[in-house]
């Protein structure tokens, strides 16, 4: 039994007995191409930035320090979200950047 099945018989095998195929290409009949015309590129104006009415922020206000139970400081992040919980996190991973311990305190709409 032959193993080996070359690309033409894998494809009868799965899609069945094609119709014979006619050539691509007749070498006594000529086709004509029609005029391509082309098209100029359309030059763009300079389009102004558009800036948005009204962009949704929330203000977190976080205690952060270095010392346990030492000084603490107020910082305040502003987040463009909605979503309090986004915010939050946002705020308290850029905080722990520069801080060991983050506390939020509250989380406001502005």
């Known amino acids: ?4 099945l070359t690309e033409e018989d894998m494809r009868r095998a799965l899609f069945g007995e094609s119709a014979p195929h006619k050539p691509a290409i007749n070498s006594h009949v000529q086709d004509t191409a029609q005029d391509v015309v082309i098209a100029e590129p359309v030059k763009t104006t300079n ?3 558009i800036s ?10 976080l205690r952060v320090g270095n010392e346990f139970e030492g000084k603490m400081h107020e910082l305040i992040h502003e987040a463009d979200t909605l979503s309090s919980l986004v915010a939050e996190q946002e ?4 905080a722990r ?4 311990f983050v506390e939020v305190i509250s989380v406001k709409s502005m």
Do not use: D, G, S
Not at 1 to 4: G, H, L, V, W
Not at 91 to 94: D, F, L, N
């Open 1 to 4: 039994m032959n193993t080996e």
């Open 52 to 61: 948005k009415a009204f962009t949704p922020r929330l203000k977190v206000t």
């Open 97 to 100: 950047k520069k801080f060991r």
């Open 91 to 94: 705020a308290t991973k850029i």
């Open 47 to 49: 389009k102004n930035k």
